[in-house]
């Protein structure tokens, strides 16, 4: 095989010591040699649309509405509703303002109807025994 090795050194520039950058340069093309395809190169670009991912809680909201909490439920409803349609208008920051509210409200929702629930049980037990 018949490497060459091209220098990048012009008359000008030869009283300075070569840097690095330039010897490594100098080395890559060394190493790579011609290219053997003359054809020249192509390029593929691939547009990638992110679909935001969202979640704005509403079949959450509609649970906690008619089986748990219907005063926190439906408000929490009515900020879901809020939600997936400032998604559908593309204010994703007003969204997520909205869904990060309707969780609250359906977390606080559940947790309540699971505390009463508890006490009920433990109402109903109490009365029972005496």
Known sequence: MN???QTFFT??????????????????VAMLGVPHNPAPPTSTIIHIL???????????????????????GF????YSVKSRDRKMVGDLTRAQAYASTT????TWALILAIIMTILLIILKWI???Y
Not at 16 to 23: F, I
């Open 3 to 5: 490497h060459t090795i």
């Open 11 to 28: 008359p000008a520039n030869t009283d300075r010591p070569p840097s690095y950058e330039m010897l490594k340069e100098e080395r890559e």
């Open 50 to 72: 992110s679909e935001t991912s969202m979640p704005n809680h509403v079949l959450w909201s509609l649970f906690n509405t008619l089986f748990m909490n219907c005063c926190l």
């Open 75 to 78: 408000i929490a409803f009515a």
């Open 103 to 106: 969780k609250c409200l359906n």
């Open 127 to 129: 009365l029972q025994v």
